[in-house]
């Protein structure tokens, strides 16, 4: 990822208001998902890890179409994306679907783990694409849905 520099012009603008609150109400299944585990009936157990870990694949398949969204735009703005941007735009899919079909003590510590990349490296790409100002978002619903990860996978 490290084959571009772009220099950043203006301020970049902070993220909408609806963000905020669709990026935090992202967190409910998350949260939900990690407390259930550990409350409901033996019949209900599989359903619920599977739904979180069903989650959880969803939402890192977003965070990998970011990328692609990224590259697409600088393109558009006729600069050169780099092909990295693209090849890590699938990688958190793949992660994903076999994480998906693990035995979920085990796949959502690997969901987790990726969330917790997929911010790490967006913390490189992000200010490279002028998105910084997305980074205490993401830094927050990683936190948080990477945490709900480890927790479920605890209670499985």
């Known amino acids: ?75 558009a703005q006729q600069k050169v994306a780099p092909t990295s941007m693209f090849v890590w735009g699938v990688l958190p899919s793949l992660v994903a679907w076999v994480a998906v079909i693990m035995p979920a003590y085990a796949g959502l510590v690997v969901q987790g783990a990726a969330l917790v990349i997929c911010y790490l490296v967006d913390r490189k790409v992000y200010p490279r694409c002028g998105a910084s100002a997305w980074l205490t978002l993401r830094f927050r619903l990683t936190a948080v849905a990477s945490l709900s990860c480890f927790v479920g996978a605890a209670g499985s």
């Open 1 to 75: 990822m490290s084959g571009f520099v772009f220099r950043q012009q203006q301020p970049q603008p902070q993220p909408q208001p609806l963000a905020l609150k669709l990026g935090y109400g992202g967190l409910l299944p998350f949260v939900l998902g990690a407390a259930l585990i550990w409350i409901v009936r033996a019949d209900a157990h599989a359903y619920v890890t599977e739904s979180l870990s069903a989650y959880a694949a969803v939402i890192l398949s977003f965070l990998g179409g970011i990328h692609w969204g990224l590259a697409m735009q600088l393109q």
